[in-house]
């Protein structure tokens, strides 16, 4: 479904994916999780100083591109990409709320 911005009335514009970049971008999502779990505990408990904050939200955004690119390319996946790209997904997610 396409929309227009609030703030703009430009339309929204879903990020286009390419098959052959799945398994890579899961893989990214995967192995940022564990990199950044002392980065995303202390950027919630305020501890990360503000150099070191623009960088990870700047990686956290990287991330949640890929996530928004997948998300709206479900039709170009299998059911097992599709399960895959769920649990990464829920992963994440856990990994950002430090669980």
Known sequence: MEGTTACDGQPVER?????????????????????????????????????????????????????RKWKYNTDLLDDQQKQTFEEVKKAHSYALMGS
């Not at 995303?40 to 408990?45: K, L, Q, T, Y």
Request: aromatic letters at 10%.
């Open 15 to 67: 990020p286009k994916a390419d098959i052959k970049d799945f398994d890579k971008d899961m893989n990214t999502i995967q192995e940022w999780n564990p990199a950044n779990a002392a980065n995303i505990e202390s950027f919630w408990d305020g501890t990360m100083d503000p150099e070191s904050s623009t960088s990870f939200t700047n990686s956290m955004d990287e991330i949640g591109n890929l996530i």
